[in-house]
């Protein structure tokens, strides 16, 4: 668990960094994070404006230091993701900034799709799934949205770019989150 302090922190991070990308202008890695900003953790930033998604980016594994990484997905998710155009200028006053943060991803072993529906935690648990070369998650956030089991598994796979099926033989992981937003 993050403290209050350090995840304030990472709020100003992200908003500097967003701000700074959207106006292409500089802003230099800070010298000075707290321990728990540096450890190596998975972090996704999502951005949304009216209460509707406006980018999400991250990294589900823990490629880089927390803080460095909210900064690089606050930039990716204002000016990469591909779903949308890039933020602009003038939307920043009413983008809202969420961070998760994210626990190291586990293999969930399973039987049967049966018996992984059973082990999923709905509310609690982010899911990826993986076959071939197609891999795809979902934050635990989601579940708000497809709080049913087989609908949140069948959307995961089509976002994977599977069949709708495709996640009664994936490999699938799980990890939680923490999120916390301005």
């Excluded at 000075?32 to 949304?48: I, K, M, N, W, Y």
């Amino acid at each position: 668990m993050l403290t209050d302090e350090v995840k304030r922190y990472l709020l100003r991070l992200a908003r500097r960094s967003l701000e700074a990308s959207v106006n292409n202008a500089a802003f230099p890695l800070p010298e000075d994070s707290p321990q728990a900003a540096r450890e190596h953790r998975g972090c996704f930033v999502t951005l949304t404006m009216a209460g509707e998604l406006r980018g999400c980016i991250g990294y589900i594994e823990p490629i880089r230091p927390l803080f460095q990484a909210a900064m690089e997905n606050a930039r990716n998710a204002a000016l990469a993701d591909p779903r949308f155009p890039g933020v602009l200028p003038e939307e920043l006053p009413e983008i809202k900034i969420e961070l998760s943060v994210l626990s190291q991803p586990t293999l969930l072993e399973y039987k049967n799709p049966a018996d992984l529906l059973k082990k999923i935690e709905p509310q609690v648990d982010g899911i990826i799934l993986q076959s071939g070369p197609h891999q795809a998650t979902f934050l635990p956030q989601v579940w708000e949205q497809l709080p049913d089991r087989v609908q949140f598994l069948e959307h995961l796979s089509r976002k994977a770019g599977m069949a709708r099926d495709g996640w009664k033989t994936s490999i699938v992981k799980r990890y939680r989150a923490e999120h916390f937003s301005e």
